[in-house]
């Protein structure tokens, strides 16, 4: 419970600097996580994944929740009780894959990997419905407490019907941070022609290795500055 209170905080409510903008994206990696658990000092990112870990994917109810979107009722203490699940499929769809970042099998693939599964994980129908149960949540919690910030869902394509919300939702990846940090890197002219920068990178982002949420964030940026 612990960590979904954390996660619940960290990720839903409105921070500390005051921060009430809608929540269109989730950056999770290994250092929000640990952020969001208050873990501090050199070793706060190894201690935050092994309780992280222990609590949350080790504790027994993550298949259930996967196939099925069984968790918890936490609202006796106005908690969604499926947050930290999905906070997990955020983190593993921003783990580096295989280069298909914003397809379903590489989902699966990196879910394998990270929980050290050969289970293949094809039906994964929880996850879509513990998003609806957290959209449910958070408009009955919105009405009665404006610490809550509004979570905008995302568009996703009609044969995504498992995944495709914690897809669009998990940016930036750890793979849109290599794949930008690298582009910058091998063009530093174009950080000051933005136009350039918007035609060079549309060429690289096309070709795949990328999240959905960078694309559909690029597209944004790139309708917008052509406005």
């Known amino acids: 419970m612990e960590w979904e209170r954390a996660l619940t905080r960290h990720f839903l409510m409105v921070g500390t600097g005051g921060d009430a903008s809608p929540i269109r994206s989730f950056e999770v990696s290994d250092e929000t996580i640990a952020q969001a658990g208050g873990f501090t000092g050199g070793d706060a990112i190894e201690r935050a994944m092994a309780s992280f870990t222990r609590h949350v994917v080790q504790a027994g109810g993550l298949p259930d929740a996967l196939r099925q979107g069984l968790h918890p009722k936490m609202d006796a203490w106005e908690l969604p009780g499926c947050f930290a699940y999905l906070v997990l499929t955020l983190y593993v769809a921003s ?3 295989n280069g298909d970042e914003d397809r379903n099998g590489d989902f699966r693939h990196k879910l394998r990997r990270f929980l050290g599964s050969d289970r293949t994980f094809m039906e ?18 919105r009405q009665d407490d404006g610490s809550y910030r509004e979570l905008v ?16 939702f998990a940016f930036p990846t750890k793979t849109d941070v ?3 940090a690298s582009f910058l890197h091998d063009r530093p002219h174009v950080a000051a022609d933005p136009l350039r920068l918007v035609s060079e990178f549309a060429s690289l982002i096309d070709r795949g290795r990328r999240s ?3 694309a559909d964030a690029f597209e944004d940026f790139r309708d917008a500055f052509a406005s």
């Open 95 to 97: 783990l580096h894959g």
């Open 124 to 141: 994964l129908p929880g996850v879509a419905g513990m998003w609806a149960s957290l959209q449910r949540w958070l408009a009955r919690r």
């Open 178 to 180: 290599t794949l930008m």
């Open 153 to 168: 869902f995302p568009e996703v394509p009609r044969n995504w019907v498992h995944i495709g919300i914690t897809l669009k």
């Open 212 to 214: 959905a949420g960078m």
